[in-house]
């Protein structure tokens, strides 16, 4: 069993920046795949970004990369996203889950476990 608490969220002006943080519960922290996704009231939830367990490998939707860096400290258990250049349309609650295959995925039903999300907010 993985526990997952993230934390970071908030108001934010458009162009502004935010890091959210994702601590997880467990010892093999190192050998997950982890993900952020996001979701808006009535719409899916959609992938966001993702890690390999050894921090090396990084993937993003479209719509974020350029502006959004995931990293993770493996030693604290953590994992982070950093949010730059943020725009209305990031308006969103973001969770962190893990995947327990160090495998790539962006479908949320491959991820096992989820934190409870964190919400983000940014005025135009």
């Known amino acids: 069993q993985v526990q997952l608490v993230e934390s970071g969220g908030g108001l934010v002006q458009a162009g502004g920046s935010l890091r959210l943080s994702c601590a997880a519960s467990g010892r093999t922290f190192s050998s997950y795949l982890m993900g952020w996704f996001r979701q808006v009231p009535g719409k899916e939830r959609e992938f966001v970004a993702a890690i390999n367990g050894a921090g090396i490998g990084t993937d993003y939707a479209d719509s974020v990369k350029g502006r959004f860096t995931i990293s993770r400290d493996n030693a604290k258990n953590t994992v982070y996203l950093q949010m730059n250049s943020l725009k209305p349309e990031d308006t969103a609650i973001y969770s962190c889950?893990?995947?327990?295959?160090?495998?790539?995925?962006?479908?949320?039903?491959?991820?096992?476990?989820w934190g409870q999300g964190t919400q983000v907010t940014v005025s135009s």
């Open positions: 889950a893990v995947r327990t295959f160090n495998i790539w995925s962006r479908k949320m039903s491959q991820y096992a476990y």
